[in-house]
């Protein structure tokens, strides 16, 4: 999926739709996990997240990867009003999370904010698998993403949003996958478990820590 043609306006786009919530979701765990040293970001978008961590952060190694060279150029203005400091130890990568050969682990953090909702099944699998191989042995994910609720009285007003998102998505990106998949299956098969759970808009949001 590549997000140049929205780029500009995802910001307001998704604050439209969800408020401030996206923002609280993603930003929750930072504090918690500034201590990483070696870091992966799958798919940060405008930078946001980015920005935010490697203020929190300063010492960290950080590889953010994108397929959106225009979010990429945002990413980029944001590390660059944090001053020269910050910007040390950043790479911007553009390209294809499930297929580049430019990471340069092992990670002892990978952060996967609103970015596993892209991917269907096969292609969690080749990602949580490509990426074992990259990462420490004692290593950590931050998941936040989307979940329909179990409550069946909110659950068809969350599934009817989620269907528009994901045709939103595919008419202005080319998103293929159409549908929320549970990658947690794939994150326990190669050692990982859940030691953290924050969830906002009973459970439609959710933001996950996984160890190893």
Request: overall charge neutral; proline content about 3%.
């Amino acid at each position: 999926m590549n997000c140049d043609s929205i780029a500009s306006s995802y910001r307001w786009i998704e604050y439209a739709v969800f408020g401030p919530y996206l923002e609280r979701a993603r930003f929750h765990w930072i504090d918690d996990l500034a201590d990483a040293k070696n870091v992966l970001i799958l798919g940060d978008g405008d930078g946001r997240f980015l920005a935010r961590y490697a203020a929190a952060n300063p010492g960290a190694r950080i590889d953010s990867v994108d397929l959106s060279g225009r979010m990429l150029q945002l990413s980029e203005r944001r590390l660059t009003k944090l001053g020269a400091g910050s910007r040390r130890g950043i790479r911007l990568i553009y390209a294809d999370a499930l297929s580049t050969d430019r990471l340069d682990g092992p990670y002892d953090l990978v952060i996967a904010n609103f970015f596993l909702d892209c991917l269907d099944h096969a292609e969690h699998d080749r990602l949580i698998r490509n990426l074992a191989g990259e990462m420490a042995l004692e290593a950590r994910w931050l998941v936040t993403d989307f979940r329909i609720p179990a409550a069946p009285k909110r659950a068809w007003v969350f599934l009817m949003l989620t269907k528009i998102m994901y045709f939103f998505f595919h008419a202005l990106t080319g998103l293929q996958n159409r549908e929320l998949v549970d990658f947690s299956p794939n994150l326990i098969r190669a050692g990982f478990y859940r030691v953290r759970q924050r969830t906002w808009l009973f459970g439609y949001l959710f933001s996950d820590v996984w160890e190893r």
